[in-house]
């Protein structure tokens, strides 16, 4: 029983292992997508290939060659071309061209230039004779033909003589030089550098730098020392910076080159008084008589200095100078009563001082003394 059952099993396994033989199993995939991406690039190139010769021969196929053409003369002369064409002559009114002959022309042309010329050389004479009509010969035909073609001939001269002039103006108007930017030196005369220097030194003014507009002015006052302006303008600095000598100086210099120059002894009378010096102003404003018109503050200074030093005589003439070019002027009215006062002619002076107050322009002081000297001049004049 054991040999029997151990045959058993012995059969048992080989059923077993022959089942597990004849089970499906699956082909693994590893070769198809190498041979479909093979498949894929051969046919992208073969479809490549077909487009590019498909391009190819389209191109050939719409590719055209240009064409020569060439416009024969109808009425040149045989001796050139070879070819007379047939001219009918119609009487006096002028020369046309039959039918027959543009067909006869048109026939004789050749494909290509040799053989035309080929062609033409072996035309006869009596095809140049049939030409011309009869009875007329070949010389007068052709001068009477140039003679029709002759107006258009000169109205195409004409034309084109006209064209051409008007391209030969063209081409000159283009051909002139173009203008060029040149640099010049320009010398500045004296003058035009003053004046330069004057405006350099308004800048430096304006932007408070006084320092560069005194060195501007003053470089420009050393190259014109008879300039006025300049002097004033550098003086009223050096007073403005209370350099008062520098002033003085200033002024004693433009005194000395321009004796008879008001504004210089105007300007130092001034400093002089700011010194406590009246009898050196005094002496400032004598020194010249400008018009009275054009200098008013000089002799209104002169006036009161001429009172302030015991002068009233000079004072009240210069007073009655300046109020006949200003008569409404009620501080000269009061100098005036001062003066008048002082020599001794109370209603004079009464006057004066009331004519100043009527006019007005003082100050609250001036006319408190105004109408204190007006009410003890009355009351003397009362006890008188």
Not at 5 to 22: Q, S
Not at 78 to 95: C, D, F, K, M, Y
Not at 328 to 353: H, I, N
């Amino acid at each position: 029983m054991s040999v029997i059952n151990k045959m058993l099993k012995e059969l048992e396994a080989r059923r077993h292992n022959a089942g597990d033989r004849t089970r499906y199993q699956p082909p693994v995939p590893q070769l198809m997508w190498i041979w479909l991406l093979l498949v894929m690039v051969a046919m992208s190139g073969t479809l490549f290939f077909t487009w590019r010769t498909w391009q190819q021969w389209h191109e050939k196929s719409t590719h055209y060659e240009p064409v020569a053409f060439r416009s024969d003369p109808v009425f040149d002369r045989p001796a050139s071309t070879g070819v007379a064409p047939t001219i009918a002559a119609e009487g006096n009114q002028g020369v046309a061209v039959s039918a027959s002959a543009a067909t006869e022309v048109n026939r004789t042309k050749a494909p290509a230039p040799s053989a035309q010329v080929e062609e033409s050389d072996q035309v006869e004479e009596s095809d140049l004779s049939t030409a011309v009509p009869a009875g007329e010969s070949a010389e007068e035909y052709y001068a009477r033909l140039d003679a029709a073609l002759q107006p258009e001939r000169q109205e195409e001269d004409a034309l084109a003589s006209s064209m051409l002039e008007g391209v030969a103006e063209e081409v000159s108007a283009d051909s002139q030089p173009e203008p060029q930017l040149t640099i010049e030196t320009v010398e500045l005369s004296a003058h035009q550098r003053g004046d330069l220097t004057e405006q350099r030194a308004n800048a430096a003014l304006a932007r408070g730098d006084t320092r560069e507009a005194e060195r501007l002015l003053a470089e420009r006052l050393n190259e014109q020392p008879e300039n006025t302006q300049i002097r004033k303008q550098l003086a009223a600095m050096f007073y403005g910076q209370s350099r008062m000598g520098e002033a003085y100086r200033l002024l004693e210099e433009g005194v000395s080159l321009q004796p008879s120059q008001p504004d210089f002894r105007l300007m130092l009378a001034r400093l002089s008084l700011a010194k406590q010096q009246p009898v050196r102003a005094m002496e400032w404003l004598s020194g010249t008589e400008p018009m009275v018109a054009m200098n008013m503050d000089y002799y209104a200074m002169l006036a009161a200095l001429a009172q302030e030093l015991g002068q009233p005589i000079r004072a009240r003439k210069v007073y009655l100078d300046l109020l006949q070019y200003r008569p409404s002027e009620g501080r000269w009215w009061m100098g005036l009563g001062v003066a008048e006062e002082a020599l001794g002619k109370r209603q004079a002076a009464r006057d004066a001082y009331q004519t100043a107050q009527l006019h007005g322009g003082l100050s609250e002081a001036s006319n408190d003394w105004l109408t204190q000297r007006i009410a003890e001049l009355a009351d003397t004049a009362e006890a008188e």
